[in-house]
């Protein structure tokens, strides 16, 4: 069982910078897929970013790429989304996802457990 609390969002100026911190318990964080997706109201759960278990390999949605980063810190058992020139259209609530010896890549079924999110708000 693995449990994921997010934070670090928050209400930000477009151009604006956030950094998301996706906390997990557990000691095997290492062996965990982790992806960022994102729900903005009265759409679809989107892929934002992801990293594969092995940490070799980094994925992100066109609208990341140049913009967002991800990384993880197996110390902390902890992943970061940092997101810069922060647009109108990222807002939305955030969410962390694992996935045992996952890809990291968009595939929802490729994570087995969700946190609660956390919500970002970009001002125009």
């Known amino acids: 069982q693995l449990q994921l609390v997010e934070s670090g969002g928050g209400l930000v100026q477009a151009g604006g910078s956030l950094r998301l911190s996706c906390a997990a318990s557990?000691?095997?964080?290492?062996?965990?897929?982790m992806g960022w997706f994102r729900q903005a109201p009265g759409k679809e759960r989107e892929f934002v970013s992801g990293?594969?278990?092995?940490?070799?390999?980094?994925y992100y949605a066109d609208s990341a790429k140049g913009r967002f980063t991800i990384s993880r810190d197996i110390t902390k058992s902890t992943v970061y989304l940092q997101m810069s020139s922060l647009k109108s259209e990222d807002t939305a609530v955030y969410y962390c996802?694992?996935?045992?010896?996952?890809?990291?890549?968009?595939?929802?079924?490729?994570?087995?457990?969700w946190g609660p999110g956390t919500q970002v708000t970009v001002s125009s």
């Open positions: 996802a694992a996935g045992w010896m996952g890809s990291g890549n968009y595939e929802l079924d490729n994570y087995e457990y």
């Open positions: 557990g000691r095997t964080f290492n062996m965990y897929g």
């Open positions: 990293i594969k278990w092995s940490g070799t390999t980094t």
